[in-house]
């Protein structure tokens, strides 16, 4: 049932864009959903999401937490690559999703929340904790490692695992983080 209502959601995103684009994958009947900002190359070359760099850490932080990918759903909130062309290269570079194509894969995301109705949604960064709490002066320099609700999920976000990269500062921050997500999981 959740997975036809999925595959007819998803049909919809080729009204939307003409770009090659990923949707989520997982478990439907997960508690854990896991929400990202956008695909990379390797997701669209692989078709799934968090397969690259930023996937590899964020594999790190699932062994840590106990926690398998076939027990998670795992999302985007922007399907499509954002990408610029680099002018000396003539490759393509990633860049942040901008606010009209937040915008238009907003009504997806909610439709996908409420379609796997998980326990607790997991937001990876700035782009989704926005677009989940439907407000756009929230950081999760403030909002990370704490517990709150959004209609009847309960919402914990994590920075984007791909900033532990270029700050390695928030290696520190994300452990304890997730040893607080571990404690909440195992309650919920
Ligand atoms: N970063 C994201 O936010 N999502 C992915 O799927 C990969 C990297």
Request: aromatic share 6%; net charge positive.
């Amino acid at each position: 049932m959740k997975k036809e209502k999925l595959k007819k959601l998803y049909n919809k995103i080729t009204e939307l864009t003409k770009e090659p684009y990923i949707t989520g994958v997982g478990n439907v009947d997960a508690e854990i959903l896991l929400v990202g900002e956008a695909p990379g190359a390797k997701e669209i070359e692989l078709g799934k999401p968090f397969v690259g760099q930023a996937g590899k850490i964020l594999d790190g932080f699932l062994d840590i937490l106990e926690i398998q990918r076939e027990d998670l759903f795992i999302t985007n909130v922007v399907k499509t690559r954002p990408f610029r062309i680099n002018e000396k290269t003539g490759k393509k570079n990633n860049r942040p999703p901008t606010q009209n194509e937040i915008d238009a894969f907003f009504n997806i995301l909610y439709e996908e929340i409420n379609i796997i109705c998980p326990k607790i949604i997991i937001p990876l960064g700035n782009t989704p904790l926005r677009c989940i709490m439907n407000d756009n002066t929230l950081t999760i320099g403030n909002a990370h490692g704490k517990l709150s609700k959004k209609d009847n999920f309960l919402i914990f976000p994590l920075y984007h695992p791909a900033a532990t990269i270029h700050n390695q500062n928030l290696k520190g921050t994300y452990l304890v983080d997730l040893d607080k997500l571990k404690r909440v999981i195992s309650s919920i």
